[in-house]
């Protein structure tokens, strides 16, 4: 058998904690850490290209190994700067190789969820083509002239924004709608549901965390230094090593309720002590991360998914042990708020009365945020290609349904509304059903993040950052495959 074929139809070999688990999230986070002094978004390509390579090759026969590699890359803090996400380099490289076998392993819903999509992009692009050609102009408070751009595709198609849209393509279309779901097909062919529960904690949940504090910690602040008398509160950006953390409220919150709810799952699920022992320590982090970041949507769309992990949970737990996890996490939450700091419970206080106060200020910037986007969108129904800043409006839509809308189409946007229901169905009445506690531990984990990323969708930009938007769905995925009874035919 040769390298190409032990690739495609791998033989199996076994998997311990240390070589499938351990190893992989070790080398993973040294690349992520030597991205920190790298800093430069090209070399960091040919490092993720040059990875992906070695590492498809080397654990042909450890898909798990293999699996938790590359989503340990999709926490690399270069992500958001490179033109591809590391991770992704792992997937278009197997799914080359695998071809029609990788194909065929893609779960229904991602064929024709991304039939759907291509098909919206496509129509947008001939739209735009056969349009009027016309030139573009942005109406900014800052200038006195409107100003030309060419980042889209509404002046016709042209070379000029080919690479800009190419690169959205592949991150931000084929990442979601075929390569992530990829990667995370292989895990079907693990058998040991303990281990795949660890892989999720260390491999998807722990080195996000890791990376947070570390900014928080040794970072440098670049925005808003002036408050590090209060603990460096709304503080958005870190500087560590040659890269920028970004922290702010509209990015990171709905990774880090994307973090909290992953974590509860696991922490309260009746599995091995101490991998619920390390979820909790994730979960603490991850609470106080969201907390002092003041992101009142995230909180609350971290709350409805711990809730419906926890109707999913009576189902398998007893109603003493029901009950017990109630009051535990109550009395957790109302520990954790009278040991934080004064002026963190004054910030937070302060979010919530903006958000959800009489006035209703914040609540009115996003529905005007949305109403110009809805207007714009009825314009230009077709799509005018990607751009998370919509440029004539002068403002981001803070919806990433009506930003997929925009950038490709209706269809597109309904589309990305109907995948994750899609998921979130099947984890809720499918994947839960399994025997297993493990995987139904990982059932719960992907029900929660889904309903993160649902409710969120609607008010934040994850796609404002691809280190997020990527940890994101790779949760998801490995939630849903590790969750699924593994098949007892050979998958690629």
């Given at each position: 058998m040769n390298q190409l074929d032990e690739v495609l139809d791998p033989p199996r070999a076994p998997e311990g904690l240390f070589s499938g688990v351990m190893l992989p999230v070790f080398l993973g986070m040294g690349i992520n850490l030597a991205s920190l002094a790298i800093g430069a978004p090209y070399q960091m390509a040919v490092v993720g290209l040059a990875a992906a390579v070695i590492a498809t090759f080397a654990w042909s026969e450890r898909p798990l190994a293999w699996v938790l590699f590359v989503a340990v890359l999709a926490a690399n803090p270069a992500n958001p700067t490179t033109p591809i996400a590391l991770n992704l380099y792992s997937a278009l490289l197997f799914f080359m190789l695998a071809r029609s076998e990788a194909w065929r392993g893609v779960p229904r819903l991602v064929q024709f969820a991304l039939g759907?999509?291509?098909?919206?992009?496509?129509?947008?692009?001939?739209?735009?083509?056969?349009?009027?050609?016309?030139?573009?102009?942005?109406?900014?408070?800052?200038?006195?002239?409107?100003?030309?751009?060419?980042?889209?595709?509404?002046?016709?198609?042209?070379?000029?924004?080919?690479?800009?849209?190419?690169?959205?393509?592949?991150?931000?279309?084929?990442?979601?709608?075929?390569?992530?779901?990829?990667?995370?097909?292989?895990?079907?062919?693990d058998l040991d549901p303990e281990l795949l529960v660890k892989g999720l904690v260390f491999g998807l949940l722990l080195p996000t965390i890791l990376l947070f504090l570390l900014a928080r910690i040794a970072g440098r602040p670049t925005i808003d230094a002036n408050v590090q008398s209060q603990d460096l509160l709304n503080v958005s950006t870190f500087r560590l090593g040659k890269l920028d953390i970004q922290?702010?409220?509209?990015?990171?919150?709905?990774?880090?309720?994307?973090?909290?709810?992953?974590?509860?799952?696991?922490?309260?699920?009746?599995?091995?002590?101490?991998?619920?022992?390390?979820?909790?320590?994730?979960?603490?982090?991850?609470?106080?991360?969201?907390?002092?970041?003041?992101?009142?949507?995230?909180?609350?769309?971290?709350?409805?998914?711990?809730?419906?992990?926890?109707?999913?949970?009576?189902?398998?737990?007893?109603?003493?042990?029901?009950?017990?996890?109630?009051?535990?996490?109550?009395?957790?939450?109302?520990?954790?708020?009278?040991?934080?700091?004064?002026?963190?419970?004054?910030?937070?206080?302060?979010?919530?009365?903006?958000?959800?106060?009489?006035?209703?200020?914040?609540?009115?910037?996003?529905?005007?945020?949305?109403?110009?986007?809805?207007?714009?969108?009825?314009?230009?129904?077709?799509?005018?290609?990607?751009?998370?800043?919509?440029?004539?409006?002068?403002?981001?839509?803070?919806?990433?349904?009506?930003?997929?809308?925009?950038?490709?189409?209706?269809?597109?946007?309904?589309?990305?509304?109907l995948y994750p229901s899609g998921l979130l169905f099947s984890f809720v009445f499918l994947n839960s059903k399994v025997a297993d506690p493990s995987r139904f531990a990982l059932a719960l984990a992907g029900a929660g993040v889904t309903t993160v990323l649902l409710i969120n969708s609607m008010s934040d930009h994850m796609t404002a950052n691809r280190w997020y938007f990527n940890v994101i769905w790779s949760l998801i995925w490995y939630a849903f495959a590790a969750s699924r009874t593994p098949r007892t035919h050979p998958v690629p």
């Open positions: 759907f999509v291509l098909l919206s992009m496509a129509v947008s692009i001939l739209v735009s083509y056969s349009a009027h050609r016309t030139v573009p102009t942005i109406s900014s408070t800052d200038v006195d002239l409107p100003r030309v751009y060419s980042t889209t595709w509404t002046g016709g198609v042209s070379a000029d924004i080919f690479p800009t849209q190419l690169i959205a393509i592949l991150n931000y279309l084929l990442g979601p709608f075929l390569l992530i779901p990829l990667i995370f097909t292989r895990l079907r062919r922290m702010i409220r509209t990015q990171s919150g709905i990774i880090l309720a994307s973090l909290v709810c992953g974590s509860f799952a696991i922490a309260i699920s009746p599995i091995a002590r101490w991998t619920r022992i390390a979820a909790t320590g994730c979960l603490a982090a991850s609470v106080y991360l969201m907390l002092i970041t003041g992101s009142v949507g995230s909180s609350l769309a971290s709350l409805a998914g711990m809730i419906l992990i926890l109707v999913m949970g009576k189902r398998r737990f007893s109603i003493r042990r029901y009950f017990l996890l109630l009051l535990l996490g109550t009395g957790l939450a109302f520990t954790a708020w009278s040991v934080m700091p004064a002026a963190i419970q004054q910030y937070a206080v302060s979010r919530y009365e903006v958000r959800m106060g009489a006035s209703g200020s914040a609540v009115g910037d996003r529905a005007w945020r949305w109403k110009k986007a809805f207007n714009y969108l009825t314009d230009h129904p077709a799509g005018v290609g990607w751009s998370i800043y919509i440029e004539p409006l002068g403002t981001y839509p803070h919806n990433d349904y009506l930003t997929y809308a925009i950038a490709y189409g209706v269809l597109c946007g309904l589309i990305y509304l």
